[in-house]
């Protein structure tokens, strides 16, 4: 007890917003502590040290008479050693050089694994409230950083090979091109964590209101497990191969969309390519029933290069699953090696539906998006997970887009899109006036655009259906033009810009008047939405 003329302690100040998530960090012992941690440690095996040790064996075994020449001319050419022709195998055995050819491949693969090691060993990376850090290199250090308001997503893929060994990559997309930060790679278990971790600090709130808790190694009942090291790292690698990518109790079920194996294998067939494929199919038999039988050389190795994609496509996109969670969207697919990226509200510039012409008598659509974070040659070669919805139907599109476009008021529904879609003079869409069909003959009275209180929606095609949705709040500048045939009928063309991806939000043709009237009205809409948006700091309290 204090004396009454003792000053009372002076008041302890109210910890700021990150102080918080900070000690929330450090009691629950992630890795999103603000210290430097290091990779799994069987990272320098997992990127290129079996598949140097493998190289070198194949060159070893296949190029050994030029390995000879190269390093024992001595022993090259017509050498003959006893009256025999030489062969270095056999000389070492019978001089007895086989301890020291042990050694000097010892201490080459010593020289090699130290290299792997003192780049793991340099290798470093570290989370705090307002940034993911990472450190690297031997000779020449590198140090990036990617501050927590410009990451576009976070994505936990596990190829088949880390998978084995318990392992997984972290990708940190952020906002500008080849700006992703990777952590190549991390336990699984806390590369969860940390994913959760760094979209809950992103999104301007303390760890403690982010996801629920991890679940168990995987569902119960599949692999129970037992005594010892080995016997639970397989049952872990069991579990997690057997467990679904989006676990129900991380979701909600009623949100989740799934696609069927055998929609999955008929939509991958039922395509363009296969008419080509057919044809080189067809064009092979004739050939060979001909007589012509080199023609199966060239015949088998494109075959199996075709029947390779169809196989790479098809199990990429099994087990696919989408859902929304307290951090964003987060999408889920593979078998063998899987991937789910997790993106944050907001980070979706752009959304595609489209319909093939083969896939509509099937009621097949798909849906595409753009997203920061890509670099145009991973943008042009379709990579970046960039598909959301591989195939499904009109209301497995809507739903998707319903997670996509979380908070838009309009062309979310079922019957809005189903409307857009089939009837767009009825859905408030300005279509192109009847002298657009002198430049489009085929689509001109399906081209049209609307514009709503947050989106611009774009309608094109006639043989492949394409709506294409914008969120304002997201365009970065709205272009009009004009070409000589076009001046002659009054008509203009529109393209809003975005990031870049394989959405491209063009309108082939619309009337001069109401493409002045577009430009306007999109390009103040597009201000308005983005000097009210705050999805920087999606969940933040201040927004």
């Keep these: 007890m204090s004396d009454a003329g003792t000053p009372p302690p002076p008041e302890r100040p109210i910890p700021e917003a990150s102080e918080i998530a900070r000690s929330t960090v450090l009691a629950s012992g992630t890795l999103a502590d603000g210290e430097w941690h290091r990779l799994h440690p069987a ?97 020449f250090r590198t140090h990036r950083k990617a501050k927590l308001d410009r990451v576009q997503g976070v994505g936990l893929s596990k190829p088949f090979l880390p998978r084995l060994f318990g392992a997984a990559r972290l990708d940190v997309n952020v906002a ?39 679940p168990g190694a995987g569902p119960a009942g599949v692999v129970s497990p037992g005594d010892g090291l080995i016997t639970r790292h397989v049952v872990d690698r069991a579990n997690d191969f057997l467990s679904p990518e989006l676990p129900e109790d991380q979701a909600p079920p009623e949100s989740i969309v799934r696609i069927p194996v055998g929609r999955l294998v008929a939509s991958t067939v039922v395509n363009e390519g296969t008419v080509f494929v057919t044809a080189i199919l067809v064009f092979g038999i004739v050939m060979i029933a001909n007589g012509n039988t080199w023609v199966i050389f060239t015949l088998v190795p494109t075959l199996l290069g075709i029947g390779s994609y169809y196989w790479s496509t098809i199990t990429k996109s099994l087990r696919y699953s989408i859902a929304g969670t307290p951090s964003g969207v987060r999408i889920g697919f593979g078998l063998l090696s899987t991937s789910n990226d997790t993106l944050p509200p907001g980070r ?172 306007d009205r999109a390009s103040l809409a597009a201000v308005r939405a983005s000097s009210q948006d705050h999805s920087h700091r999606w969940a933040s309290e201040e927004r």
């Design 348 to 519: 979706v510039h752009a959304v595609q539906i489209s319909q093939p012409l083969l896939w509509r008598p099937f009621g097949w659509w798909q849906v595409k998006i753009n997203k920061a974070g890509l670099s145009a040659e991973a943008a042009a070669g379709g990579k970046g997970n960039t598909t959301i919805l591989p195939v499904g139907t009109l209301r497995d599109a809507t739903a998707v887009v319903q997670l996509m476009l979380d908070g838009a008021d309009v062309d979310s529904t079922y019957e809005q899109v189903e409307a857009a879609m089939m009837r767009p003079g009825e859905s408030g869409f300005v279509l192109a006036p009847k002298r657009a069909r002198l430049i489009d003959p085929l689509a001109w009275r399906r081209t049209g655009y609307a514009l709503r209180p947050t989106l611009l929606v774009f309608r094109t095609g006639v043989l492949w259906r394409k709506l294409v949705i914008l969120p304002l709040a997201r365009i970065q500048s709205v272009q009009i033009s004009q070409g000589p045939l076009e001046r002659m009928l009054r008509l203009s063309s529109a393209r809003v810009h975005t990031v870049i991806g394989p959405v491209s939000a063009v309108l082939p043709t619309i009337a001069k008047d109401e493409a002045a009237l577009l430009f």
């Design 176 to 214: 500008g091109q080849s700006a992703d930060v990777k952590l190549e790679y991390l336990s699984t278990r806390p590369a969860e964590k940390l994913r959760r971790d760094v979209l809950t600090l992103a999104s301007g709130v303390r760890l403690a209101e982010g996801e629920a808790p991890l």
């Design 43 to 139: 990272t320098p095996l997992l990127r290129g040290g079996i598949a140097f040790i493998a190289i070198l064996g194949i060159v070893i075994a296949n190029l050994r008479e030029r390995l000879v020449e190269m390093f024992l001319p001595q022993f090259a050419g017509d050498y003959r050693y006893d009256g025999e022709n030489f062969d270095p195998l056999d000389y070492t055995f019978s001089h007895g050089y086989v301890g020291w050819v042990l050694l000097g491949l010892a201490v080459l693969l010593v020289v090699v694994i130290g290299g792997f090691f003192l780049s793991w060993r340099m290798h470093s990376f570290r989370v705090t409230d307002e940034a993911v850090e990472v450190r690297s290199g031997i000779l």
